[in-house]
């Protein structure tokens, strides 16, 4: 599966961003898909998942009851909902698919970053 994300940006702190990540192929509802981040001089971080269906999800702490993710296997589509932005959310964020959900999930395909810049 190819993935191409977009919807990064500038925000101020305590605005809203949506992210999209546009998946190719006709299989997508095959596959879990997550959201993942790196901010300047980081390592990558877990966001958020969501499993096939979209009936499951689960998210790193620092976002939790902030940013929402979902899905439309119609469009083939997954979204990330960030509200009450913060600067520390600033990164590049990435978009990534797996046959398999769960914690842990070894994300086996990638989509390019798109950067998201949250001022103060």
């Known amino acids: 599966v190819q993935l191409q994300a977009s919807g990064g940006g500038l925000a101020q702190a305590g605005g809203s961003l949506r992210l999209s990540c546009a998946a190719s192929?006709?299989?997508?509802?095959?596959?879990?898909m997550g959201w993942f981040r790196q901010a300047p001089g980081k390592e990558r971080e877990f966001v958020a998942a969501i499993s096939w269906s979209g009936g499951s999800t689960y998210y790193a702490d620092s976002v939790k009851g902030r940013f929402t993710i979902s899905r439309d296997n119609a469009k083939n589509t997954v979204y990330l909902q960030m509200n009450s932005l913060k600067p520390e959310d600033t990164a590049v964020y990435y978009c990534a698919a797996d046959r398999d959900y769960g914690l842990g999930t070894d994300f086996g395909s990638w989509g390019q970053g798109t950067l998201v810049t949250v001022s103060s």
């Open positions: 192929g006709r299989t997508f509802s095959s596959y879990a």
